[in-house]
């Protein structure tokens, strides 16, 4: 009974946390430049000759999941930090939601509305697609759903940074977090040659620590429409959640920890 | 007031000052940037692209965009250049492509487009990127099929031909016609053992009637020729000369033709009908239907089939065998020019086409009327506003139109061959001009 009490507050915070996010200006412009950018792709297909659907599908993807990031980072990180810098936390905490609560109610709600800008995102590139006399209707809901698993993982590493950092360091740390997240597959297989141990080291713990972003990446098989099996999204969701639970939970930790 | 007045001056003095120094350095760093057609230095500023493992390092999961991205300003390259791509090096238009496609190796488009392109270009990179394509699409029998038809209409490889066509013909999907080039490439190198190989393992292995007629017909053909003691030798067409009339004549003992053994044959004593200048007109051979490879022209290199005779001396084997060796590129035809040459052109109705750029293809048609000319019989037609097509067919005594059934010829169908490009600015028919060629 006190656990569904529980819930149903981190429910209810996760409600009014969305809502003020996707009433924010920033989550506004977010969504329209991505839908300028992917209806830009019509520039893009003039001048890639005979293959115009695919242009249309490479940036609508593209757009699709640098865009999710730019919510998360300035959007979530934004909302977050501004409730412990401005006090407001105290206020929450005076009611009986626990920490914990809150964090998973700011992951949520961060969440709801990267998928809201997924979906407006999606709905435009469909309907490019369809314009271009092509029904891309299971691409794009892949491509979201994995997206969607991906930017779980970083809102994880989003509010964690948030707790120990600057707002500004704690964006800036999240988008280092991608990046290393796509590249240090990479790298660890570049640096397998090199007889620079401590950067071999470095790397090595790195691609044991961080996430690989890349196991989310699936744009050749989504473009091409070649298959995917059930196994791997199966295997991915398990991770990304997996993922965030372990982050979520050391940043319960530190905000337990934290002094207000 | 007077601080006032002190204030303001220099304000406006700023805003001249600032004004000015903008409209100067407008001026040049536009002048800078301005792109200087075929400027080599603009080239290398504008196309300078990292290696592709660098860019797929630092892409951070999005190769597929910048693929697209780099195959466009590849594409933008091509096309700022076109007008002039007889005479520009495009020396980029290789690394634009391979980067891109190595950024998305899916792309198969993408693969045969920079083949097409290089092609016209340079052929040994056209080949190179076809062989990248290859190495990531080792089933995709396009690949193979590309590479042998630019090492045989343009390297005049007929060996390199054969091998290729036949390494396209054990994979899946490839179109029928496929096997029997490549036997047929292997006959035109001269390697006879390959093609009857090749021809014999197809003819074992295919269920299709037609095709199992075929190739049976092919390997008698080859194993005559092999006892006969044939064998091919290279030679160049110098001139072009004669009446149509006796460029297709079948008479290979005809005293105005001899052959010696050597690498240079010409053409001598004779006047194209349809000289006018050279590259502005074509003749279409009607034996083009035959096997869609004859017609060559001067200035190419072609190959020889020859068999030596009890007495030593050498015969050269039947015209087909000649012809199917080389089509000049020079002699596009031009409809326009059409004009000039014998009037009333008729009409063709297109039953069925299927263009592709740069390649051989076989049209077939009805026809409603035809112009007899004694040179020859003259047709013309527009396919629609998009794919207009003019042929002249000669007609001679060994041509598939016959002369005495001429008349019986409207509402029937014909099929002719040649070379649609629809990389040009209109889609044409390249049809080329038959020749005799004789020995010194």
């Known amino acids: 009974m006190k656990a569904n009490g529980m819930f149903k507050q981190t429910r209810l915070l996760e409600m009014i946390m969305f809502r003020e996010l996707i009433r924010d200006k920033i989550f506004i412009s977010l969504s329209g430049a991505a839908v300028v950018l992917v209806a830009a792709s019509l520039i893009l297909n003039e001048m890639v000759v005979g293959q115009e659907i695919k ?29 412990l810098t401005n006090k407001s936390l105290y206020f929450l905490f005076s009611r009986p939601i626990s920490r914990a609560h809150y964090l998973l109610g700011s992951w949520f709600s961060i969440l709801a509305a990267v998928a809201a800008g997924i979906l407006v995102m999606s709905a435009v590139i469909f309907l490019l697609s369809f314009l271009q ?121 530190v905000l337990a920890k934290k002094e207000l | ?194 093609a009857l190989r090749v021809l014999h393992n197809f003819y074992s292995t295919t269920t299709d ?74 003749t279409l051979k009607p034996l083009l239907l035959q096997d869609h490879l004859t017609g060559y022209l001067r200035g190419k290199t072609v190959r020889l089939e020859l068999v030596r005779k009890p007495d030593g001396s050498l015969e050269r084997d039947g015209l087909n065998r000649l012809s199917a060796s080389v089509f000049n590129e020079n002699h596009l035809y031009q409809p326009p020019d059409l004009g000039t040459f014998p009037p009333e052109v008729e009409d063709l109705k297109l039953k069925r086409t299927h263009f592709q750029a740069g390649k051989i293809i076989a049209l077939r048609f009805r026809v409603h009327q035809l112009k007899q000319e004694p040179e020859g019989l003259y047709i013309d037609a527009g396919t629609s506003g998009r794919t207009p097509f003019s042929a002249i067919i000669s007609t001679d005594r060994l041509a598939r139109f016959d002369l005495q059934r001429l008349n019986q010829l409207p509402g029937r169908f014909i099929t002719v061959a040649g070379f649609a490009d629809m990389a040009a600015d209109r889609v044409t028919m390249k049809i080329y001009l038959p020749v005799q060629l004789i020995g010194n």
Not at chain 1, 59 to 82: A, D, K, Y
Not at chain 2, 29 to 47: F, H
Request: net charge neutral.
């Open chain 1, 133 to 253: 006399q092509e029904v891309w209707l299971g691409g794009i809901i892949a491509a979201g759903f994995l997206t969607m698993l991906e930017m779980m993982v970083l809102s994880a590493f989003a509010l964690f940074f948030v707790l120990i950092a600057s707002p500004q360091l704690a964006m800036f740390l999240t988008l280092l977090t991608y990046v290393i997240g796509h590249t240090i597959e990479k790298a660890a297989v570049i640096i397998e040659q090199s007889a620079n141990l401590p950067l071999k080291y470095l790397i090595t713990v790195l691609d044991a620590v961080l996430p690989n972003l890349e196991f989310f990446n699936k744009k050749p098989e989504i473009v091409y429409g070649l298959p995917i099996s059930a196994d791997f999204f199966l295997h991915a969701t398990l991770y990304a959640f997996a993922y965030a639970l372990l982050v979520l939970l050391v940043s319960m930790r």
């Open chain 1, 55 to 83: 242009a249309t599908k490479d940036l609508g993807l593209s757009v699709l999941n640098v865009f999710s990031l730019f919510i998360l980072i300035f959007l979530g990180v934004n909302q977050v930090s501004r409730d």
């Open chain 2, 1 to 194: 007031m007077k601080r006032i007045l002190i204030t303001n001056s220099l304000l406006l003095l700023c805003f001249v000052m600032a004004g000015t120094a903008l409209y100067w350095s407008r001026d040049f760093l536009t002048a800078d940037r301005r792109v200087v057609p075929d400027s080599e230095q603009t080239v290398e500023r504008d196309l300078y692209l990292p290696e592709a493992d660098y860019l797929k390092f630092i892409s951070l999961g999005h190769d597929g965009l910048i693929s697209d991205v780099i195959l466009a300003k590849a594409l933008t390259y091509y096309g700022s250049h076109y007008k002039t791509r007889h005479t520009f090096t495009f020396k980029h238009l290789k690394k634009l492509f391979s980067t891109a496609l190595k950024m998305d190796p899916r792309n198969v488009e993408g693969f045969l487009m920079a083949g097409n392109l290089l092609s016209g270009i340079d052929v040994q990179e056209a080949i190179d990127i076809l062989k990248l394509g290859m190495s990531f699409h080792p089933q995709h029998w396009k690949f193979p099929e590309m590479i042998g038809y630019i090492y045989f209409y343009q390297l005049k490889d007929s060996a390199n031909a054969g091998k290729y066509y036949e390494l396209a013909a054990g994979m899946p999907g490839h179109p029928p016609y496929i096997p029997s080039l490549s036997g047929k490439f292997y006959q035109e190198s001269g390697r006879y053992k390959e």
């Open chain 2, 209 to 282: 009637k037609r095709l199992k007629e075929s190739f049976k017909q092919s390997i008698d053909e080859v194993e005559k020729r092999l006892k006969s003691g044939a064998f091919s030798l290279q030679a160049e067409v110098l001139d072009v000369t004669g009446p149509i009339s006796l460029l297709v004549r079948p008479d290979r003992n005809n005293p105005q033709f001899t052959l010696a053994e050597t690498e240079v044959v010409t053409l001598q004593n004779a006047v194209p009908p349809e000289k006018v200048n050279d590259g502005a007109w074509a």
